[in-house]
């Protein structure tokens, strides 16, 4: 067990690590990057789909907010898994991973500060927080599923 813990939190410290080596690029190798993704996800859109006309620039703002809330989700999901104290997740557990991806999702936001062509946005943080929320309820919720099943091929 104390394996698996350690082996958890290893896992959610490199998301974390992920998240800040993004955060880290300038704002052209950043944009660049989200904008070839977008460029990329609306030439195989248009190809399926030519009657859709798209705009590429509000395109790109929503691939780039879609980013923040699923990187967070992802760190909402490892950081509960890391943090729980036994087999199911207990509301602690789910706080305090809630907590942490917030006051990451704050630092991260305040280390952009100081990127070139970066900036810190109070609203990316709101962001970041829906998606760990998101990801940290759904975590909860799957696991809940399990155990109700669980108990009911065992009481069978």
């Known amino acids: 067990m104390l394996k698996n813990r350690k082996v958890a939190w290893i896992i959610a410290i490199g998301w974390m690590a992920i998240i800040f080596i993004l955060s880290h690029q300038p704002g052209t190798v950043s944009s ?8 990329m996800i609306l030439a195989l859109v248009s190809g399926a789909l030519p009657q ?10 929503l691939m780039r907010k879609n980013a923040h809330f699923i990187a967070y989700f992802i760190l909402g999901i490892l950081l509960l898994n890391a943090l729980k104290s036994n ?14 991806a917030v006051f990451y999702a704050i630092t991260d936001e305040f280390h952009q500060l100081f990127i ?13 927080s829906a998606g760990a929320a998101t990801g940290i309820f759904s ?11 669980k108990n009911r091929q065992g009481s069978n």
């Open 87 to 100: 087999s199911f997740p207990t509301s602690r557990d789910a706080i305090a991973a809630f907590l942490i």
């Open 139 to 149: 975590y909860w919720a799957i696991h809940s599923l399990l155990k109700k099943r």
């Open 32 to 39: 660049g990057l989200s904008s070839g993704i977008s460029e």
């Open 52 to 61: 859709i006309e798209t705009e590429i620039e509000g395109f790109h703002t």
């Open 116 to 128: 070139v062509g970066r900036s810190g946005e109070f609203r990316d943080v709101m962001i970041d």
